[in-house]
């Protein structure tokens, strides 16, 4: 299951921050096993810490992790200092990664981020059932399904209809 490994979380901090907090409570309500990074709560890390210092921080969380989520709000394609590096990061670690749309687009759409795009990612609605679903299939199958295709992946509508979505 994907989820067993810590997701590294990557999101618009000061936008949207309300559905991280949700995601986390879905381990509760949702009875989902989801285990997070939250990259804005990383040690040693205080206001006015230097973009180096806190890039170093976010380095050391992305060496130790196996799986990204890409939260995708309004502004998340705007933001280059920290969610481009990010995302960047994982690229090029070939960390595999959900981007999971706010406004419940079920596919990529043009709030995602354009390093995003045609990156084999998986796109997904903000529900926690296509998200855990994602986690347990995409995340497993990266290597060997998913990757190398240059694709923006998604599921078919009979997917969520089949989760009662």
């Known amino acids: 299951m994907g989820y067993r490994n810590k997701t590294y979380v990557i999101f618009d901090g000061d ?38 210092t806190v890039k170093r921080r976010l380095r050391e969380r992305l060496a130790n992790t ?16 920290y969610v481009r590096w990010e995302i960047d990061m994982c690229l090029e670690r070939e960390i595999p990664i959900i981007g999971v749309n706010l ?34 299939e995409y995340f ?5 399904a998913y990757r190398g295709h240059g694709d923006d992946w998604h599921y078919r ?4 209809s089949d989760l009662g979505l």
């Open 140 to 144: 497993e199958k990266f290597k060997s």
């Open 157 to 160: 509508d009979t997917i969520y």
């Open 15 to 52: 936008n949207d921050m309300w559905a991280y907090g949700f995601m986390k409570g879905w381990k509760q309500s949702e009875h989902i096993d989801f285990d997070f990074f939250d990259a804005h709560d990383v040690n040693g890390i205080r206001d006015g810490s230097s973009e180096e």
């Open 103 to 136: 406004n419940n687009s079920r596919r990529i759409d043009d709030r995602c981020p354009p390093i995003l795009r045609n990156k084999d990612a998986m796109f997904v609605a903000y529900r926690a059932r296509i998200i855990a679903y994602a986690m347990d």
């Open 66 to 81: 196996k799986q990204a989520i890409v939260l995708i709000g309004e502004n998340t394609k705007y933001l280059y200092r």
